[in-house]
């Protein structure tokens, strides 16, 4: 698995997504777009990966598609409408894509190039205030857990496969 970062202008959503797709298909890789203010960190995100593909793996899975899969765990959600909120979205802010399977070197290099993506660090750099409102974190909870904010996110990813 692969994790890029970067800085992205999504002036077209939809034209955005369409070439994610595109490449999935040409390189066989699953390829999967965040808003990285919403990503915790990369071991939310290989959480996520590990514990949608073990569902997939007994048939469990909540979508039909393993790249939606991977925004359903890593949102802690089974909304899909509603997990796709930690997506990208229109705009220029700072992206986290997951690449994974496939050849994997080939999507990372035709991604930057077709999205005009701008290598930066991202992972580590997520928005508290932003996080804690998704995840619907409050005061006491975070106290509870010494502040530990990504402890409290990875929880959520988890807590995902028990509340089928």
């Known amino acids: 698995m692969r994790v890029l970062e970067a800085q992205a202008t999504v002036s077209d959503l939809d034209a955005f997504i369409a070439t994610v797709g595109d490449v999935s298909e040409e390189t066989g890789a699953t390829v999967q777009a965040f808003d990285a203010r ?3 960190g990369r071991d939310h995100l290989e959480l996520a990966v590990e514990l949608a593909d073990r569902a997939i793996a007994r048939g469990n899975e909540i979508a039909r598609d393993r790249a939606v899969e991977f925004i359903l765990y890593a949102s802690g959600r089974r909304q899909i409408e509603r997990a796709f909120e930690m ?13 994974d399977g496939g050849d994997e070197g080939a999507a990372e290099t035709v991604l930057f190039d077709r999205l005009e993506l701008e290598p930066a660090t991202t992972l580590g750099e997520y928005d508290e205030s932003l996080v804690r409102d998704f995840f619907d974190v409050g005061d006491a909870e975070l106290t509870a857990a010494n502040g530990d904010l990504p402890a409290l996110v990875k929880e959520r990813v988890a807590l995902l496969t028990v509340e089928r």
């Open 87 to 99: 997506g990208v979205s229109d705009g220029t802010h700072p992206v986290v894509i997951i690449v």
């Open 38 to 40: 919403f990503v915790v």
